[in-house]
């Protein structure tokens, strides 16, 4: 596959040249790669035209794995998890695309993750570039790319992951290359955009995997691009950015589409905050995938994209990193991805160890294909359970005394649990003790009656046990009869929605009084 020099030709059409434009001269005879956690000074790394973003999403920052054996670029990525959590072993999956002499290759390789190593499988017939992948139940979907020179093809290849054969499915309705995918229903796959081989596309091309048939779904929005990308979350899409030939230039527009329920072709569509990295294309982009302890409601509802051309001309890149929260629908950023790149195309979601992870390989660094392979982790699946369970320090109470509960507190799988506090509200007619309580407790608005305390027990390893004590003066004259009721709970505040389990983080002891305490602590009948 040829590719026209840049420094050669200048500013061209998107539709005619490699990595928006071409590589230079140098670049394409360089064998260099960049290595992982190549910093900011390493090439040119640009943000323009910035969104407000609402806060910064939790994540515990990217990591770099073991590289590829060799360079590779816009090519598509998958991943697979064989057996049942948390004992199931995962596999990532790096599909066709172009390698370091800047030709298509259909080499399949496959990331053990518990081994940390790569090998390659049956490779990809025929070989394209700037195309994205699907993996719905055991197969990987490859619709479309370009198998010459910006030559888009209708082909639909398919990866059956068991037997480790290709086959294909039915073609698509229109060749297309450089597009946004994603998948809804555990069915449909939906091709969006790209280019057509004579223009950029708006089309949406629907397939549906149980009747290996393609229909027609409403168009996108706006201005039409290629390099665009994006993903689904549920029955809400939102796909970003992309080249307009017709502008000859780089865009930042996003739109969020809502898939019908009924029919899921049928695509209500509207415009929402430009991408906060401002104008960009051949970004990657996609979903974390869980396999293990169900989500709550409030859980993998976001989109990743990072990396990514910000001007076209195919020699500055980027490495911010963006997620879109479908929970508030808001743009939030995340930490920089470690090696700017461009051309790379659908980020694959992974989840291993129990925790949701986005991955992207390879990509274009502004002067050499790159082989790297980084990884940015969220955190547990599903929050942890807590538990917590209370006992007094007496059967009965007396008057005038000390009465000290003990709080017992425990960090059950997936993980770790973040921001964990242990609360208590002052009983009635009692008064809190501090000086024979855990010291960190802090009551509100006082330490009176009412009062509600709250110690902080910061984040917690699984299978983490420990106790508080939480003490209280009993009352001055009580009634033969009289209880004291002490409600306790514990929280923590999860990245991926509230604590699934909650009928175990409150507890509750009732402590009755009695006119009469022997020496041994046991009440008068």
């Given amino acids: 596959m040829q590719f026209i020099s840049a420094s050669t030709i200048g500013l061209v059409a998107f539709g005619v040249v490699s990595l928006f434009h071409a590589p230079t001269a140098a670049a394409q005879s360089s064998s260099a790669v960049a290595p992982p956690w190549r910093g900011n000074n390493e090439h040119s790394l640009s943000v323009s035209a910035p969104t407000a973003v609402s806060s910064v999403f939790p994540t515990q920052g990217w990591a770099s794995r073991t ?48 081994l940390d190593s790569w090998s390659d499988l049956a490779p990809m017939a025929p070989s394209r570039m700037q195309i994205s992948a699907a993996r719905i139940g055991g197969r990987i979907y490859v619709p479309g790319g ?11 290849s398919i990866y059956d992951i068991a037997v480790g054969t290709w086959g294909t499915g039915a073609v698509l309705p229109q060749a297309t290359g450089d597009y946004a995918i994603g998948t809804y229903a555990d069915r449909y796959i939906y091709v969006i955009g790209g280019y057509s081989g004579s223009g950029d596309l708006n089309n949406v091309q629907v397939y549906d995997t149980q009747t290996d048939s393609w229909q027609a779904a409403t168009a996108k929005p706006g201005t039409a691009t290629a390099g665009l990308r994006g993903g689904i979350v549920g029955n809400q899409i939102i796909v970003v950015g992309g080249y307009s030939q017709s502008l000859a230039a780089e865009l930042a527009d996003a739109y969020v589409g809502t898939i019908d329920a009924v029919d899921p072709t049928v695509i209500v569509w509207a415009p929402i905050a430009a991408y906060p990295g401002g ?32 001007d076209g001309q195919g020699v500055s890149v980027k490495n911010d990193t963006w997620i879109y929260d479908f929970n508030d629908s808001t743009w939030k950023s995340g930490p920089n991805k470690p090696t700017g790149v461009s051309n790379i195309c659908n980020l694959a979601g992974v989840s291993s160890g129990g925790e949701l992870r986005i991955v992207t390989t390879g990509g274009y660094n502004g002067a050499n294909i790159t082989t790297v392979n980084e990884w940015l982790t969220f955190g547990y699946e599903a ?26 507190y425990i960090v059950d799988a997936p993980g770790s649990a973040d921001n964990v506090t242990v609360s208590d509200t002052v009983p009635a007619g009692t008064a809190f003790d501090a000086s024979a ?32 004590l939480f003490a209280i003066d009993t009352p001055t004259n009580p009634a033969d009869g009289d209880y004291i009721d002490n409600v306790a709970s514990i929280s923590t505040i999860a990245s991926f929605g ?26 008068t009948p």
């Fill in 437 to 468: 309580s855990s010291p960190g407790w802090a009551c509100t608005p006082d330490d009176k009656e009412g009062s509600v305390c709250v110690i902080a027990l910061g984040t917690l390893a699984e299978g983490t046990s420990g106790s508080v």
């Fill in 383 to 408: 929050p942890p359970d807590l538990a917590l369970t209370a006992t007094a320090s007496s059967d009965l109470f007396d008057k005038n005394s000390l009465l000290v509960y003990t709080l017992d």
């Fill in 67 to 114: 590289d590829m054996a060799a360079g590779r670029w816009a090519h598509a990525m998958a991943a697979y998890s064989f057996g049942t959590y948390p004992t199931n072993s995962v596999f990532l999956y790096v599909i066709s695309g172009a390698d370091a002499s800047f030709a298509n290759t259909g080499t399949l390789s496959r990331y053990d993750v518990a």
């Fill in 279 to 310: 104008t960009v294309g051949r970004l990657g982009a996609g979903v974390p995938v869980a396999v293990g302890p169900a989500v709550g409601a409030a859980g993998l509802n976001f989109v990743v994209f990072t990396g990514g051309d910000p």
């Fill in 146 to 156: 370009y198998a010459g020179s910006f030559s888009p093809t209708t082909t639909l």
């Fill in 498 to 523: 509230p604590e699934q389990n909650l009928a175990n983080n409150t507890t509750s002891v009732s402590t009755p009084y009695s006119t009469r305490i022997f020496a041994d602590g046991f009440g």
